[in-house]
């Protein structure tokens, strides 16, 4: 599978902005996609990762209540819906995906083997 992120924006603090990774190859739905995002001089840092048909969902404390990530396998397309946005939320946001079939949590970058181009995301104050 390959991916590809769109929807980056210039947003005022307190906006919200949606991200989308479209994703091309037949195998979408075996993957987990995770949202990570990246700021310059900074380590990759994991957002939130969705399973595999959509049903579970799970972010980090700094985004949670205010981000949300969706997934629909027809369109092969993940979106992540950020409201509420915060200075400190301006990076670059990149898409991942792993193969798996486990339930378990991936959180670091070294876990996910395919990556989307990322896209960048700024917010003023």
């Known amino acids: 599978v390959q991916l590809q992120a769109s929807g980056g924006g210039l947003v005022q603090a307190g906006g919200s902005l949606r991200i989308s990774c479209v994703a091309s190859g037949r195998t979408f739905g075996d993957y987990r996609v995770a949202w990570f995002r990246q700021v310059p001089g900074k380590e990759r840092e994991f957002v939130g990762q969705i399973n595999n048909n959509g049903d579970s969902t799970y972010y980090v404390d700094a985004v949670k209540g205010r981000f949300t990530i969706s997934r629909d396998n027809v369109n092969k397309t993940v979106h992540l819906q950020m409201n509420s946005l915060k200075p400190e939320d301006t990076a670059v946001y990149y898409c991942?995906?792993?193969?798996?079939?486990?339930?378990?949590?991936?959180?670091?970058?070294?876990?996910?083997?395919?990556w989307g181009q990322g896209t960048l995301v700024t917010v003023s104050s």
């Open positions: 991942a995906a792993r193969w798996s079939t486990t339930a378990a949590v991936a959180m670091f970058a070294s876990q996910y083997s395919v």
